[in-house]
């Protein structure tokens, strides 16, 4: 079941919720999940709780409204996007500095020839990387847990170097950060943030940050597959139908961008700076190419590293249900996208 087949409360129904409520019916099964990094971080039992009864387990005031009616009369503004606590970060992560000891990575995709164009600085001005390093699309590679991969043939660090070439080819200066922040895949975030902020020291020019990833459903390659499956022939056709579209005689991987609004008090960036940043490269993505680009969702289950940079993103390019071809078909238009709002 997924949250397209549930008419009247899609809003309240994502898939996120309803792969959380199944598992939860099992707290083994829910640690073993949580554990895997199959689970999002979602708060089930807040979102339960609040559609259900109007309480949110963050807000007391609405819990005594519950039990002592009179309160209810009380206008208090409602709190349902409140700040919380970010990942303790418990050690600084061994990493390989961008431009010393980097993966090389083949690409063989045919691009569309788009001349060079000047350099807008001689310095670096993004950073890409990846916090769930090892987010792999379909295709034949050595499996390290379910649809992810140490391979970087097919796993988001392709998705990335490829990103960071189209947008050297407009112009823009790009340091590719592939260190592999996901194992374990506990405390992934903390580890990334430690490295970020590691990547600045170095490179204070850098104003952008864009943490590429793909989205996820169910399983489609595990350790027990034996070949490469058809994508158009695998469960959950409507998620793939979600991530998927033609354009220009090729099959584009869509693309979701994610803003995090939890932030705590010594947090200074404000998350509606990273949102309004982030709708703009949504709008440009579609002016390129109509529905490219799916939406930006909000989500306060952290700040996702955005605190860092106020014109930093979350952006997933396909999910697991496409091939590696194409995510790699739709990064040219996301770097028209990015090009064009940085260039503004």
């Not at 002592?68 to 206008?75: M, Q, R």
């Not at 990103?163 to 340091?175: A, Q, Y």
């Not at 997933?316 to 990064?331: C, K």
């Amino acid at each position: 079941m997924t949250a397209s087949a549930v008419d009247s409360k899609q809003s309240f129904f994502t898939d996120d919720l309803l792969k959380c409520f199944v598992n939860t019916a099992s707290p083994t099964i829910e640690v073993l999940y949580r554990k895997g990094g199959l689970l999002p971080e979602f708060d089930f039992e807040v979102s339960l709780l609040q559609y259900m009864t109007n309480i949110n387990l963050k807000d007391p005031l609405t819990i005594l409204k519950n039990q002592i009616p009179v309160l209810g009369f009380v206008d208090v503004e409602k709190t349902i996007n409140q700040t919380g606590s970010t990942e303790v970060i418990t050690e600084e992560p061994k990493r390989e500095l961008p431009g010393k000891t980097e993966v090389e990575v083949q690409d063989n995709k045919e691009t569309e020839e788009i001349n060079e164009t000047e350099a807008i600085s001689d310095q670096p001005l993004v950073l890409v990387y990846h916090t769930h390093t090892r987010e792999a699309y379909i295709g034949k590679y050595k499996v390290d847990d379910v649809d992810r991969t140490l391979d970087p043939e097919y796993n988001v660090i392709r998705v990335g170097e490829e990103l960071k070439k189209e947008l050297e080819k407009r112009g823009i200066p790009v340091i590719h950060d592939k260190t592999v922040y996901d194992v374990p895949y506990d405390n992934s975030y903390g580890r990334s943030n430690a490295g970020i902020k590691n990547i600045l020291k170095e490179y204070p020019t850098i104003k952008y940050a864009f943490d590429v990833h793909r989205d996820a459903f169910g399983e489609v390659i595990t350790k027990d597959t034996l070949k490469v499956p058809n994508p158009d022939e695998i469960p959950n056709k409507s998620f793939r139908q979600k991530y998927i579209m033609s354009y220009d005689g090729k099959k584009l991987a869509r693309v979701m961008w994610v803003v995090g609004t939890r932030r705590t008090e010594n947090q200074n960036e404000d998350w509606h700076l990273n949102y309004a940043f982030t709708k703009k490269l949504h709008e440009a993505l579609n002016e390129k190419v109509p529905n490219l680009s799916i939406g930006v969702e909000t989500k306060p289950y952290g700040s996702y590293n955005q605190e860092i940079l106020p014109d930093s993103t979350l952006v997933e390019i396909g999910s697991n249900h496409n091939t590696i071809e194409e995510a790699l078909n739709s990064v040219s238009y996301v770097a028209d996208a990015i090009a064009d709002v940085i260039k503004k």
